[in-house]
């Protein structure tokens, strides 16, 4: 393959690439990911919305763990909080945050 066709390629593929601060957003979305304890509780999330003291019995976690965890997943907007009295109810945000933890499960357990 010449050069000339070599940098036609490389330079359509440059444009059909994200700008850099969408792949600097979906590195750090990904790296919400990397913690099993966060993975953990958005897979409880998956199943049922639940208060935090759920989450923590079900973990077996401290409640400050748990809020911690979901204060980060929420800054994410993975998770979502709706007042029920003096307590929160935890979901996740909408159907994407779903999608992806099914797209993950599909592939850690292609070969299982």
């Known amino acids: 393959m010449s050069d000339s066709k070599n940098k036609s ?3 359509e593929i440059k444009k059909l690439l994200p700008k850099d601060e969408i792949i600097y957003d979906l590195a750090e979305l990904f790296k919400m990911f990397g913690d099993s304890t966060r993975t953990k509780i958005l897979s409880c999330l998956q199943i049922k919305d639940l ?3 759920e989450i923590a019995e079900i973990l077996n976690m401290s409640l400050s ?3 911690h965890q979901l ?3 929420r800054g994410a907007k993975l998770v979502k909080g709706k007042k029920e ?3 929160v109810k935890y979901s996740l945000d909408d159907d994407h945050v779903t999608k992806i933890m099914e797209c993950g499960l599909m592939h850690v357990n292609e070969d299982r």
């Open 9 to 11: 390629s490389s330079n």
């Open 71 to 73: 204060r980060v997943l």
């Open 51 to 53: 208060y935090v003291w």
């Open 85 to 87: 009295g003096k307590e």
């Open 65 to 67: 763990a748990v809020s």
